[in-house]
């Protein structure tokens, strides 16, 4: 059996609704999910492109460069826009003659329109658009009146620049400004911007002219609808590679094999290859270089993509050597002073009723109480078990995604179902280890774990990075939600009931295995950074997020490494290591004075267990003695104990 996604189609009811208002269809996560009503400027971003539902459909390309604390920019590729019969274009048309609409047609496929009126004429503008698509396919339709159709791609003006001056038109060059080119079909230029674009007519127009301001064409009155696919490809490419991505599927859908974790990409032709994917492309594979990587294409109908495996991808429980009697009593002594914290309902005061933290505070219980005494491991159990009970029990409905539901959090964090995807995470990985370690049913129904199994594929991106925020209205992947993705899929490939694995494992270990290969290719840090200092803290909107100051940036791949299942590789190829040393870590909460003493505690297992410990253990006589208040907003209690357990089986 296979299992596919990306493919389920939404109803589309017929609404009526005043000229201006925007019509929306659903709200699927997706790389769109900024294309929305509530948005003041409304911005669908695919990879290569940003299509913007404004006035026209304008189209921004992203394009591979360092500027200003980011990795990539946004520079002005073109509007499409219509004229009405007496040259009026329809942009300039009043707010009453002009009216804005999107349809999702699956969780990757979106539709956006204008449609314009004006005195017994009206035509609609639309330009459908799919996930790591380098094409945006345009159509124009006229609705009423029989005058021909007029079209432009212009507006460079408003971008103060001019459009590019050497073209190719049906594979013979052509400099503007230049007389009008009578029924061309393929255009194709480099942009000093820094991208190519090229053009495909369907019919061709009867003719057209390239001006500074852009293109524009017109049709023989016969002509009610028409076509144009825009391809926006980031560098200088040249026409084979152009033509190839022009032509490649019109859609690639993405499977994930339940025998083994491998993903498929299947398409009648080419397949575009997401660049998560791309490095496991041939060679040869024709490609272009995105802000996020390289896209490729590689031959179809099939392709199947070995995933490497990840290191942690098969550990659940920790391997602990025997601590020293010293270390020993202190693990107790602050596993006492944790459980004496557990209120009667299950949760601590110091998790701020987060489950993100919660989860963490139970998954750091599980794994070091074979180092504790007897009678302290069955209290630290039963304290286990009703914080487990009490997370199951209490999910609710996320505010914006009333049909999901998403563990106790913040209020802020429910009303969007931000972070959900490393929340959930954190309570997944705390089941699982409880389940592991005293050879015990996970205390959650299977039911409900199979549920979340469905809602957390909805909220991963086709790259495999799970999403910060699936939208309406606003759209973010951060490394924290990269890895939570991993986190989330590696736990429920390892959960099992009466001794049998989840009829999800296959899929889950597919799962997990993208999740982690598309963390390490769009979080990693690159050379074409430009960047001493670059820690890739997310994706927003097309471009890079980079050296942000805050130390979360990087602490979000340290976090997590009290898990053995995620281990930080020794080479930096996040950039972490280099950070690290640059603050220094030691002293977070030392002479910069924070007092999320947890940082200090993360940060050591992740270098201790990358082959520093020696460097940790020198320095953390000092650091844990450090001054902590209990009932604070810190993870610091938890995260000491699991240091203190690594500390001890690190080399």
Known sequence: MRLLVMITALALPAVAQPPLALVQTGNPPGRFAPLDAGQAE???????????????????????????????????????????????????????????????????????????????WSVQTSAELSTDDPRIRFEIDRLAGAEPLNAALLGYSWAERAAPRLWQVDGRPLTRPAAAVAAPRLLMAYDEAGFTQVLSFTPAPAELRIEDDGLSWSYGASVAHAALVYAVLPGRVDAATAQAFLAAAPRTHLLFADDRPDVELRGAGQLLVPPSLAPLAPATAPRVACVTGDLALVDGPVWRAGLP?????????????????????????????????????????????????????????????????????????????????????????????????????????????????????????????????????????????????????????????????????????IAESAIGGYLAWQALAHLSYGGQPAPWRGEALSRAAYAEQAWRTLFGCRTVFDSPNAVVNGIERGTIELSRAEPWVYVQSTWFTHLPCLELPRADLFGVWRELARQPWQEWTGKLGSTQRAYDAANAIALARAGRGDEVRRLWPAIVTRPYVWDTFDQAPLLELAATAWLAATP
């Open 42 to 120: 409304r911005i669908a971003v695919n990879g290569t492109y940003s299509l913007h539902l404004e006035k026209v459909l304008k189209v921004q390309a992203l394009v591979p460069v360092a500027r200003a604390g980011r990795f990539g920019a946004s520079v002005y590729a073109g509007a499409l826009a219509v004229a009405a019969p007496d040259g009026t274009w329809g942009h300039a048309l009043p707010v009453d003659r002009r009216r804005a609409e999107v349809r999702w047609l699956d969780a990757d496929l979106c539709r956006a329109g204008l449609t314009h009126v004006k005195a017994g």
């Open 309 to 477: 495996s990840p290191p942690g991808l098969g550990r659940v429980l920790p391997e602990w050597r025997p601590l020293s009697a010293e270390a020993a009593a202190h693990l107790a002594r602050q596993t006492e002073a944790v459980l004496s914290r557990q209120r009667p309902d299950g949760t601590f005061p110091f998790n701020d009723g987060r489950c993100f933290h919660e989860g963490t505070t139970l998954a750091v219980l599980c794994e070091v109480a074979p180092l504790l005494p007897d009678a302290l491991q069955t209290r630290l159990r039963e304290a286990v078990e009703r914080g487990l009970r009490y997370q199951w029990g209490h999910f609710v409905p996320i505010g914006q995604r009333p049909w999901d539901l998403m563990p106790p959090e913040q209020p802020g964090f429910v009303g969007a179902g931000i972070d959900y995807p490393e929340i959930l995470a954190c309570l997944l990985q705390a089941t699982l280890l409880h389940s592991r370690r005293w050879d015990v049913d996970p205390l959650v129904p299977q039911g409900v774990l199979a549920a979340q199994v469905r809602q957390l594929a909805a909220y991963m991106d086709r790259s495999g990075i799970a999403l910060a925020n699936p939208g309406p209205t606003f759209h973010h992947l």
